[in-house]
C-alpha cells in the first residue's frame, strides 16, 4: 500500500539496492520459538533510495550502532533453494 495516498495500485520494478535506515525497533522475546534463537535482534524498516520502506534486518550491526539515516545496500539471504531474503548491510565511508 502506497504510505502517500494509500492506493493498492503497484507494480514490481527494479531498485538500485540502496537506501538509509528508517527506523527500527529491538525484539527481545521470541513472538515464536523459530526465533528464539535470534534474540534480540532489530526489525529495520529501510527507506530504499528509490522512496518505498521495507522491513528487513542490518546484518553486520549491532542494535546499539544502528542510526536514523545510516547508508545501507542490499544483500541476499539464501534461506532455502526457493526463498531469498533481501537483507542489509552499513555502507562505510572510506
Avoid at 527494479?14 to 537506501?19: E, H, K, T
Avoid at 533510495?49 to 542490518?58: F, I
Avoid at 542490499?74 to 534461506?79: G, I, R, T
Wanted: with cysteine; hydrophobic share 45%.
Amino acid at each position: 500500500m502506497c504510505a502517500e495516498c494509500s492506493s493498492w495500485q503497484w507494480e514490481w520494478t527494479r531498485s538500485g539496492g540502496r537506501g538509509t535506515v528508517f527506523t527500527w525497533t529491538v525484539a527481545t522475546r521470541a513472538m515464536h520459538p523459530a526465533f528464539q534463537a535470534d534474540v534480540p535482534y532489530a526489525a529495520v524498516v529501510i527507506e530504499m533510495a528509490e522512496g518505498v520502506r521495507l522491513l528487513s534486518q542490518v546484518v553486520d550491526c549491532p542494535s546499539d550502532e544502528l542510526a536514523i539515516g545510516m547508508p545501507v545496500e542490499v544483500v541476499f539471504d539464501e534461506v532455502t533453494p526457493e526463498i531469498t531474503l533481501p537483507k542489509f548491510r552499513r555502507i562505510r565511508k572510506s
